[in-house]
């Protein structure tokens, strides 16, 4: 599960699905979803969904650019999609949230831990 889990971490942006991830764990597909959901508290989609949003708002905080070119970057095929996650996960908008958050000169380990949104 630990290594499905780092390759969701370290290729959050890339096409990953369950089939691909349980041949990582070395386990059947529908052994994976469930042993990942014990282990980790939610699904595999549902995890990875969640770190690309952690990435979007850092660029969202960071960054000038456009919400669908943010989009894309952390692996959304669809900015609707994209909003829509967002909005599930962090409780607002991709632009609300851009207007809202501000960025300081913290360690990142602080910002990742005083902005992890909980799913």
Same mark, same amino acid.
């Given at each position: ?5 780092? !390759? ?9 699905? %369950? $089939?691909?991830? +349980?041949? !990582?764990?070395? !386990?059947?597909? +529908?052994?994976? @979803?469930?042993?990942? &959901?014990? *282990?980790?508290?939610?699904? $595999? ?7 690309? %949003?952690?990435? +979007? ?5 960071? @960054?000038?650019?456009? %919400? *669908?070119? #943010? ?5 959304? @095929?669809? $900015? ?6 967002? &909005?599930? #996960?962090?409780?607002?908008? $991709? ?8 960025? %300081? ?5 602080? @910002? ?6 909980? +799913?």
């Amino acid at each position: 599960m630990l290594r499905a889990r780092d !390759v969701m971490d370290r290729d959050y942006a890339q096409p990953l699905d %369950v $089939p691909a991830l +349980a041949r !990582v764990a070395h !386990v059947s597909q +529908a052994h994976f @979803t469930r042993t990942f &959901r014990a *282990t980790f508290g939610e699904t $595999p989609h549902r995890y990875l969904q969640r770190r690309r %949003v952690e990435r +979007a708002m850092f660029l969202l905080r960071e @960054t000038d650019r456009s %919400v *669908t070119d #943010i989009s894309f970057e952390v692996g959304f @095929t669809s $900015p609707g999609t994209f909003s829509r996650t967002f &909005r599930d #996960i962090v409780g607002r908008s $991709p632009r609300t949230y851009r207007k809202e958050a501000v960025s %300081v000169g913290v360690p990142t380990c602080f @910002t990742m831990a005083w902005t992890r949104p909980h +799913a």
